[in-house]
């Protein structure tokens, strides 16, 4: 079977890069500048007690339609670009995707699935859930954070897995990271988007760690409020957190002298422009549709939307 990685970042290429050490077949979709980098420097995986390098076989969105014309010869798509890459993303992908492939995102949120079922299908769609922590450094290479890596997929339908999910488990599993089926894949993303919202919301308000927030009076009150609101977003839309999720949830977020502090805030520190639309705009919409009251949340979208517009005004 033929997997294609659609990016080779933090994300698509710690994933991509474990699977070809499984031998299996993977090509990854990559814009010309990143193309450039990984065939001067190989895809390079450190960090962690890692230090490894495999020579990726690439293509660009060009290269692809123009070998593959419309007839669609891979059995899965892994998508693992930014939530605001996703619409060009879609039209990439477009000459990979035939009858019986199968389409597992990994973006942060949940949106992504209508857009890309409205374009390919609901049946092509599957639901996912990475959990890993890894960066890109300034050479390109991609660094590991900490160990271990977890990846969840579903029939976004729900119920017992599908012969797309079969397939995909087959081509994923055994590749040096845990890989599971799930009956119920949307209550995964929607817990896993109360923690990047909270986490991002968090820090980013505060412009600083989870260590750096509890250690001041009200920090601790705080981040629990925050996470109380996206709870009760994601239990209104039906997918409640169970009280141990819940708990853990709450402690990470709350431990002192912790230096976590989630993708959206080391971008912002950074400079680099966020996902806020559909990660906090998006779930601050829904609320407001469950009526469900999320003051602090609301606020966190607001002053990254200004973050946002000042990037976007400075860079013109």
């Known amino acids: 079977m033929r997997l294609l990685v659609v990016g080779a970042g933090a994300t698509g290429g710690y994933f991509g890069a474990r699977l070809v050490r499984a031998d299996r ?31 990726a076989r690439l293509v660009t969105a060009a290269e692809l339609r123009d070998s593959h014309g419309s007839d669609g010869s891979y059995d899965l ?28 995102p990994v973006l942060n949120g949940i949106g992504h699935l209508d857009a890309l079922s409205a374009r390919f299908g609901t049946a092509a ?10 960066s890109v450094d300034a050479r390109g290479d991609i660094v590991v954070l900490a160990p271990g890596a977890t990846l969840t997929l579903g029939d976004q339908r729900g119920g017992a897995a599908s012969p797309r999910a079969g397939r995909a ?9 845990d890989v599971t089926v799930s009956e119920n894949i949307l209550a995964q993303m929607w817990h896993k988007w109360v923690f990047i919202a909270t986490a991002g919301a968090i820090t980013c308000l505060m412009r600083g ?13 705080y ?5 109380a609101e996206t709870a009760a977003v994601s239990s209104a839309a039906g997918f409640p957190l169970p009280d141990e999720r819940f708990a853990t949830l709450q402690k990470t977020l709350t431990q002192p002298d912790s230096s976590f502090g989630p993708s959206f805030y080391r971008d912002v520190m950074a400079g680099r422009s966020t996902e806020v639309e559909h990660v906090f705009g998006d779930l ?5 549709a ?10 966190a979208t607001m002053n990254l939307r200004v973050y946002e517009h000042r990037n976007t005004h400075t860079a013109v």
């Open 125 to 134: 769609v599957l639901g996912g859930v990475a959990l890993l922590a890894t």
């Open 25 to 55: 077949d993977v090509t990854f979709l990559v814009r010309p500048g990143r193309a450039t980098v990984l065939r001067e420097r190989g895809l390079r995986i450190t960090g962690a007690g890692e230090d490894d390098r495999i020579d």
């Open 77 to 104: 798509v892994l998508m693992s670009v930014k939530a605001t890459a996703l619409a060009q993303a879609m039209e990439d992908i477009a000459p990979a995707v035939g009858p019986s492939t199968a389409i597992l």
């Open 209 to 221: 760690t989870v260590g750096d927030i509890v250690s001041v009076p009200g920090g601790t009150e």
């Open 290 to 299: 469950l009526s469900v009251s999320t003051p602090l949340m609301d606020l």
């Open 223 to 227: 981040a629990k409020a925050v996470l």
């Open 169 to 177: 488990l087959e081509l994923l599993g055994g590749a040096g990271f």
């Open 284 to 288: 601050t919409s829904r609320a407001a």
